[in-house]
């Protein structure tokens, strides 16, 4: 990925703006925000936002308001207190988030670090090029391929879409939690799950636009520098656009398994009955958004619209074998068998002039092969 230096320059001011404030404790886990001019400082590995001398001036009117003062101004304050994020989505059983913050373990609550405008050296920067969007995230559970589409992938669409980002180039980096790892992530102690993930992100990474050559972690990184910059001359990298703050957009919402159960959606005090209603629409935009970093979004509506005219073939795919698990280890053979006996059978009340059905192992095909 590409980025250039620029000698002699103090580091940009930054802006940043939210949505999703809900005014509650954990607005953390519900809040996304979109920031403007995001930098890496490359010696610590965090994320550093600039502070100018009018906007902290600003901020410090607030915060000596209070809270009746901040609940107007939140959307585009510069403060962790009221602007942080959840950086990944959130996962039932690292039971934590709906407490009061002094008794949860906030272990993804993020917010980049701040430096005021005043103490910095205008010694010079580098920025990344073109037009590109950040986008750092904590994944949950990334080596099951249905937790990085619906966890992941699809609630950071949704941020892009929020933020009118969506056409940019987009550029992840991996978050990993300080101290021990969550359960369940890439950086979990099941000697598994590393090289699991590596697979899944090697060949989905490329429906978001992007590539593992294109990929790294927020602590692991590499910079390649042209011969006039051999060694890095800053310790700062910067990001025109940046975007974070995953949270509670992801499919798995509040529930406590995979929505196959009555609980996961009513359990207790906490009604989840609603989270997925009226995301239709924004599916479907998203399916189209892969299908576009594919290059093979007018394929797909020549294909649709010819179908659709001429009504001649619907197929039915099972996808057998989708898990290495022996309770979702599934060749559905009995259920193929039952539908093609039960569509030979009824072949002359039918519609359309065939129907093919088959079982697929969708992991033996390439992510185009599945697509189409």
């Not at 000698?7 to 005014?23: I, N």
């Not at 001036?57 to 942080?84: D, F, H, L, P, W």
């Not at 989905?204 to 602590?219: A, K």
Request: glycine share 6%; hydrophobic share 35%; charged share 20%.
């Amino acid at each position: 990925i590409p980025f250039t230096y620029h000698f002699d320059a103090a580091l940009p001011q930054s802006t940043v703006s939210c949505v999703g404030e809900t005014f509650q404790h954990n607005s953390w886990l519900h809040r996304s925000c979109k920031f403007e001019n995001m930098c890496l400082d490359l010696e610590t590995n965090k994320f550093v936002l600039v502070q100018s001398a009018a906007s902290k001036k600003v901020q410090t009117a607030i915060n000596e308001k209070g809270a009746a003062a901040s609940q107007y101004t939140v959307s585009n304050s510069m403060s962790r207190n009221t602007s942080s994020v959840s950086i990944g989505g959130y996962l039932h059983n690292w039971g934590w988030g709906q407490t009061k913050r002094s008794e949860s373990n906030t272990a993804l609550e993020w917010f980049p670090e701040i430096l005021e405008e005043n103490e910095l050296s205008s010694s010079g920067y580098y920025e990344l090029l073109g037009d590109k969007v950040l986008f750092p995230f904590h994944a949950i559970a990334p080596m099951n391929i249905g937790h990085l589409m619906l966890d992941s992938f699809l609630p950071i669409y949704t941020v892009l879409s929020t933020f009118g980002m969506s056409y940019k180039k987009l550029v992840l980096m991996r978050y990993q939690t300080e101290g021990k790892p969550l359960w369940a992530t890439c950086d979990d102690d099941n000697p598994d799950f590393a090289p699991k993930c590596e697979r899944n992100f090697r060949k989905f990474l490329p429906l978001m636009g992007s590539s593992m050559e294109e990929f790294s972690t927020v602590s692991n990184y590499t910079l390649r520098m042209t011969p006039e910059l051999t060694t890095p001359t800053s310790k700062y990298l910067c990001f025109p656009h940046a975007a974070a703050g995953i949270g509670l957009l992801t499919d798995h919402g509040l529930k406590k398994g995979h929505g196959n159960l009555v609980t996961d959606y009513i359990s207790g005090d906490t009604n989840n009955a609603l989270h997925n209603v009226g995301r239709g629409p924004l599916i479907w935009r998203f399916r189209q958004y892969m299908l576009h970093n594919m290059g093979m979004l007018q394929q797909s509506r020549r294909t649709s619209n010819k179908k659709m005219r001429r009504n001649k073939t619907l197929q039915i795919t099972f996808s057998t074998h989708s898990s290495t698990g022996a309770n979702r280890d599934l060749a559905f053979e009995a259920q193929v068998k039952a539908l093609e006996t039960l569509l030979g059978s009824t072949a002359s009340n039918r519609t359309v002039s065939d129907v093919s059905v088959r079982a697929v192992k969708m992991s033996d095909l390439t992510i185009k092969e599945q697509i189409q």
